[in-house]
């Protein structure tokens, strides 16, 4: 797994905030790999990293010294089976080159979506970086043995609770959730609570990953990121209109 997660330290978000405003789309890559001299040729396409995750790797490590609350939640959009889109958040759990992971319950709406239609779309805003990445992809079911691990390091509460709650599903009243609640712990009592094999992770496979970063005067800076062939990592980058 390539999870970045809390491990990846950045240590110099407050310089980096206030330097201009080209070396800000590259945020820390350019603060490890360049002096202050090269970050005015940030407007030449070429001196963007050539893979979207370095970008992905320094922005989020910003986010997870900046907001105030979960970094790692993003909204999902999918869509039903007549093209009508949805939207919720979800929490990444996991990223790399390999995709963008998310865990749910597979018979909630979203999971009936991917079933019927796996393209996707993601979406991180960092209010206090005044930053965005969109992500379109594919997304599919992770192996089961990596659903089984993340399941098991969860909490024994989210662990019943994936039992008892039939995600997006009526419910008449609060008290069917709670005496669901209480007939999962009586059936797993002094047990571990193994994974319903409803619920397990997703991981999106993207092909497009765009970057937004807000500059003054809406000139905002925006670099997608395009790759056709989605076996490999090699991408085209493009610089778009804000
Ligand atoms: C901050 C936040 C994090 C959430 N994380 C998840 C998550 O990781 N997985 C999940 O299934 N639902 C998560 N939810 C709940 C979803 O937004 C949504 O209500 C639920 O998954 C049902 O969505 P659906 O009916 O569209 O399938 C989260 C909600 C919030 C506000």
Known sequence: MNTFGNSFVHQNAETFIVQNSFSKVFGCVSLIFFNDSIMENF????????????????????????????????TLATVDADGVPQVRIVLMKDIGQDGVVFFTNSQSTKGQNIAHNPNVALLFYWRSLDRQVCINGVASPIDPAESDRYFASRSRISQ?????????????????????????????????????????????????????????????????YRREDTSQDSWVKQWIFP
């Open 43 to 74: 407007m030449e396409l070429h001196s963007a990293p050539d893979l979207p995750w370095t970008i992905f790797e320094c922005w989020f490590a910003l986010a997870q010294q900046s907001e105030p609350s979960n970094p790692e939640a993003m």
């Open 160 to 224: 019943i609770g994936a039992w008892a709650s039939q995600q997006s599903k009526p419910m008449q009243d609060f008290s069917v959730l709670q005496a669901a609640v209480a007939e999962a712990e009586v059936c797993y009592f002094s047990a571990d609570v193994p994974r319903p094999s409803h619920w397990f992770g997703y991981r999106v496979v993207p092909n497009r990953i765009e970057f937004w970063i807000q500059e003054i005067g809406r000139l905002h800076q925006r670099i997608a």
